[in-house]
């Protein structure tokens, strides 16, 4: 996780003077079967990440995100002052750099449509003046027809926040890294991962049917039909 915040600090050029180490951060994490989850903290608070199954699932940065000033009118009011910095043109290109310099794939090979939404987030004063905030949202959409129902929905599998105060990435949310066919990349699970755990190098093999559905995992195989 730390090699992970690491490098969105120098990729995405966050505004963290220097490398993390394990005396700035505050952090959880939980094995799990698909690798590790759990939470990195910078000890003032100011930059959070998320992970799942040893893959970046979020990113905040909580001075310019949108939870900062979201039904807060006294912030939203104080930001609506600050001029961007940047245009909705800057912030698309800012966040498409940003996807390709973290994952090293465009939004072809993750299969998601090559057009993004960006909307820059606004503010309506008491008396019904509509003010442009520092903020864009920059949102992806999956590619192609939808395979069932619930995706006929508008799914986000990706979205990015990019301050118009710093012109950097301030929100990254990646739903997809949670599907276990996800073309991202993510760090190999060590070779002795279980044995680290305290548990036989097959475990996977001997948990119940209806807990490998849980976990996403195949059918066992013939072999080890018998295990209960």
Sequence with gaps: MLAKANETREKWELEIPKPLTLDDVYFIAAPTAHGLRGTL???DGRFVWHFSRNALLDF????YYSVSFRYKDEAAA???KIPSKITK????RIARDGLVKLL???EEQLGYRKRVEVNQYKFQES???VYPLPLFEVTWR???????AAENIEYTPLDMQVSGITGKIVKYSHSKVLDLNSPIRRDPLPTNYFQMLGLPDNYLDTVPESKRRFWGLPPRTNALDGVP
């Excluded at 905040?60 to 001075?63: A, K, L, M, P, V």
């Excluded at 999956?142 to 069932?148: A, Q, V």
């Design 41 to 43: 903290i910078t000890r």
């Design 60 to 63: 905040y940065d909580t001075n």
């Design 78 to 80: 104080r930001l609506a």
């Design 89 to 92: 043109k800057d912030a698309e």
């Design 104 to 106: 090293g794939m465009t």
């Design 127 to 129: 008396d019904g003046k």
């Design 142 to 148: 999956l590619r192609g027809p939808k395979r069932y």
